[in-house]
Every structure is written in structure tokens, then in C-alpha cells.
């Protein structure tokens, strides 16, 4: 072997392995890019979903507790009204039927 194919066969073998480490520096490149990708779109779904239970979730269970808790007043108050309102019928009643016991203003 004659010393210009010794020169071009290591010229070769060179470029073979720089191009044998790039490649391999590509893939593991790659590979950490994949998985840093996979855990950002992770942490942007589970990240909200997160912070929904431990700071909303609470103060909407508190929200709808209160809400109930009127709904109920005001049913207790429609209640209480319409007791009111029988009342005042059986005092128009009376005042009907004993008229004295009830001056007129």
C-alpha cells in the first residue's frame, strides 16, 4: 500500500468516527429532548389539574355550601310568609266577626 492510500484510508477512518460521534451526540440529544418535552406537556396538564384541588376546589365546595344555605333561608322565609299570610287572614276574620274588640284607626 503506497503512502496516498495510507493518507486517504485515515482521512476516512477519521471522518467515519467524528461522524460516529455526531450521530451518537444527535441521538442522545434527541432522546433528552423527547423526554424534556414529555415532562413540560405533562406538567402543563397536571399542573392546573393540581392547583384546582388544592386552592378551588375548596372555595367552590364553600361557594355552593353557602348557596344551599340561602336557598334555604329564602325557603324557610317563603314559608314563614305564607304562615304570615294565614295569620293576617284569620285577623281579618276576626275583626270581621267581632268588629268592637277592633277600633278602626
Known amino acids: 500500500m503506497d503512502d496516498l492510500d495510507r493518507t486517504q484510508l485515515e482521512q ?5 468516527k467524528e ?5 451518537r451526540s444527535m441521538r442522545r440529544n ?8 414529555l415532562l413540560i406537556y405533562a406538567g402543563l ?3 392546573p389539574f393540581w392547583l384546582y384541588l388544592q386552592y378551588l376546589a375548596p372555595v367552590m365546595g364553600a361557594l355552593t355550601q353557602s348557596l344551599d344555605k340561602i336557598q334555604q333561608v329564602q325557603g ?3 314559608q314563614v310568609s305564607a304562615q304570615f299570610g294565614e295569620l293576617n287572614e284569620a285577623i281579618q276574620g276576626l275583626k270581621t266577626k267581632f268588629p268592637q274588640l277592633f ?3
Open 12 to 16: 476516512v477512518l477519521r471522518l467515519a
Open 19 to 23: 461522524n460516529n460521534h455526531m450521530l
Open 30 to 37: 434527541a432522546w433528552l429532548g423527547g423526554i424534556i418535552k
Open 45 to 47: 396538564i397536571v399542573i
Open 76 to 78: 324557610a322565609g317563603t
Open 103 to 105: 277600633p278602626s284607626e
